[in-house]
């Protein structure tokens, strides 16, 4: 379990990660979504130890990580693949990590067995392609057998063939009870790799929330409707409260009505008991791109426009330059920024 | 114990050690014997031992490159950051590459001296080289301590800097330019000379040599005695890693 309370961190005048607060449960693989630049990897930093935060803790069942005695026996990252010495074989690479919390050597011929580089282990690691690398580093994570494992956007630049190798690698991670933590900026790869999800926007929380709960979010679905009598369609829907839009004529097509968390079935029998012509009803879902820019909407960019000398990095929400909050809402069993933060209170 | 495994497992399991271990010893042994082989039968008299170390500067930096590459390789290809997972309260990783570093480059500074000394009396049987005297010890055998310390001090320098060109761009500049300018500078010169690390590392060797050498030039008026200068090289070696040990405790990896 990895529970982060308050944590911040701030280079120079840019507050990379703004009070995060979030816990990671084990058995269950656990995405950690955000754009770039949202303080994923810089989050994932300071869960290991690696950058001090400004503020606030972050704790690996129950303690830090520089307090934990044999951390690879605990904790197994993958950050980047590209942390090894290219002029070292990939044997003598987990040898040596294997060597530093005293994991026998037998081990790292186990890990080379499971990610499939037996036949390349003696061969210089800056030789091997990414998909190589990137299997390496995951033996690496795995060296001590440990119960908490954290993965840095591990799928980019992988072919078809290694995504699906990560994820089903993932889900067995989980499934033998560990804790997986798994950062992406793809909503599309989490909602196949995660079941719960903490979405971040410029280094604050968006919601802690399971996958299927933000994707039916995300995915809002709304109702195309088009008839000759316009008016007296709106009536009819907005007298059922439905939220109805006027959609002008354009692209799509002539003007017509989108009706938002509705269904086909709804809207045509509700036309239908009025005796209203339709000639058009389709049904309409946005990508889940679209709806995760829409959701983190603003939150992309590095806030540039962050007053000078702003006490204590206040968020950037407040500063003129940056957008408000995010404009999707929040479905029910969605915990809001701020309920999250009071629960956490001890 | 573990972690002095692991600093060896990492030093030797890259290419670059061996090859900077290998152009130390050719080039100071290789040197030297040149020195030998071309010395007059006239001047037979003046190739005492401290006169085979003439050239120990040469392996020195050579291995203190290969010092300050044991940390900035590290950071250069971010295997630090795996060290530091493995290792999270950093300093212990980082002692045990010193120690490893600096007694492999003490080792290596042993065999370079006794192999100059003992190439000399090789090529030239008649001359003066029996070591009996503690200056004549100090001469051969003492080489070996300065690579020792001054691998510590490479390594520090490597750890503050943190990039394999300007550790070495450093240390280059300050050994070979620094340490010989500084005391031209009139009046005040000669005693800033008295305080120069390497100065006075190098008095260590050289103190109480006879004067018409060849070898390494000894420096009148210094302020230690030779163990004394070897105590004060010491402690700036160490307390320049110990600083080194600070910054990288405190810095985001």
Redesign the interface.
């Given at each position: 379990m990895i529970e982060a309370q308050g944590l911040t961190k701030r280079y120079g005048r840019t507050v990379a990660v703004n009070d995060l607060s979030f816990t990671v449960q084990p058995g269950k693989v656990t995405g950690f979504l955000g754009p770039n630049g949202a303080g994923k990897s810089t989050t994932m930093?300071m869960i290991?130890?690696?950058?001090?935060p400004s503020a606030g803790t972050v704790r690996i069942d129950g303690r830090r990580?520089?307090e934990?005695k044999q951390?690879?026996r605990q904790v197994g990252?993958l950050?980047?693949a590209?942390?090894?010495?290219?002029?070292?074989?990939a044997r003598?690479?987990l040898?040596?990590?294997a060597?530093?919390?005293?994991i026998p050597a037998k081990r790292v011929d186990e890990v080379l067995e499971i990610v499939g580089l037996t036949g390349v282990a003696g061969k210089r690691a800056g030789g091997f392609s990414l998909g190589m690398a990137q299997r390496l580093g995951i033996a690496?994570a795995l060296l001590g057998d440990p119960g908490v494992m954290l993965f840095d956007e591990p799928v980019n630049g992988l072919d078809p063939e290694g995504i699906l190798w990560i994820r089903r690698f993932m889900h067995r991670l989980a499934d033998e009870g560990r804790t997986v933590f798994v950062s992406s900026h793809l909503l599309s790869e989490m909602a196949l790799t995660a079941q719960e999800l903490i979405v971040i926007g410029r280094g604050r929380l968006i919601a802690q929330t399971s996958t299927r709960a933000f994707i039916d979010m995300a995915s809002e679905s709304a109702v195309r409707v088009r008839g000759p009598e316009m008016d007296r369609l709106h009536g009819v829907l907005t007298g059922q409260g439905l939220a109805v839009r006027d959609v002008p004529a354009g692209d799509d097509g002539p003007a017509a009505l989108l009706v938002s968390n509705s269904s086909t079935e709804q809207v045509g029998e509700l036309a239908g008991r009025v005796g209203l012509v339709l000639h058009e009803l389709a049904a309409q879902r946005g990508s889940l791109e679209q709806a995760f820019i829409q959701l983190t909407g603003g939150e992309v960019e590095y806030h540039a426009g962050a007053p000078a000398g702003a006490p204590n990095g206040s968020p950037p929400a407040r500063s003129p330059a940056a957008p408000t909050q995010p404009t999707g809402p929040l479905p029910r069993g969605t915990e809001a920024v701020d309920a999250t933060r009071g629960g956490d209170a001890r | 114990m573990?972690?002095l495994?692991?600093e060896r497992?990492?030093l030797f399991?890259?290419?670059?050690p061996w090859w900077c271990m290998i152009l130390a010893t050719a080039l100071t042994v290789g040197l030297t014997s040149i020195f030998a082989a071309t010395t007059k039968s006239a001047d037979l008299s003046t190739l005492t031992p401290s006169v085979t170390q003439f050239a120990f500067n040469f392996g020195l930096v050579v291995m203190m490159v290969m010092a300050t590459l044991a940390v900035t390789?590290?950071y250069r290809?971010?295997?630090i950051?795996?060290?530091?997972?493995?290792?999270?309260?950093r300093t212990p990783?980082l002692v045990a590459k010193a120690v490893v570093v600096a007694l492999l480059a003490g080792i290596v500074g042993e065999i370079t001296a006794v192999g100059s000394w003992g190439v000399a009396s090789l090529i030239q049987p008649d001359a003066p080289l029996g070591i009996d005297t503690a200056q004549e010890y100090r001469n051969v055998f003492g080489v070996g301590l300065i690579y020792l310390l001054s691998a510590v001090l490479a390594l520090a320098v490597g750890l503050i800097v943190r990039q394999s060109a300007g550790a070495v761009v450093i240390e280059l500049i300050y050994l070979l330019l620094l340490e010989n300018l500084l005391p031209a500078i009139p009046r005040i010169g000669d005693h800033i000379q008295h305080w120069l690390p390497f100065t006075v590392g190098n008095n260590f060797i050289v103190a109480g040599q006879p004067e018409t050498d060849d070898g390494p030039p000894a420096i009148e008026g210094m302020p230690f005695g030779p163990w004394g200068s070897l105590v004060y090289y010491a402690a700036v070696c160490v307390g320049l890693f110990v600083i080194g040990l600070i910054l990288a405790k405190?810095r985001?990896?």
């Open positions: 930093r290991l130890g690696l950058d001090n990580y520089s934990l951390p690879l990252a950050l980047e590209k942390w090894v010495h290219p002029n070292r074989s003598s690479h040898r040596w990590m060597a530093s919390n005293r690496t | 573990t972690l495994t692991v497992i990492k399991s890259t290419r670059s390789t590290e290809f971010s295997t950051r795996s060290t530091f997972l493995a290792v999270p309260t990783a405190r985001d990896a």
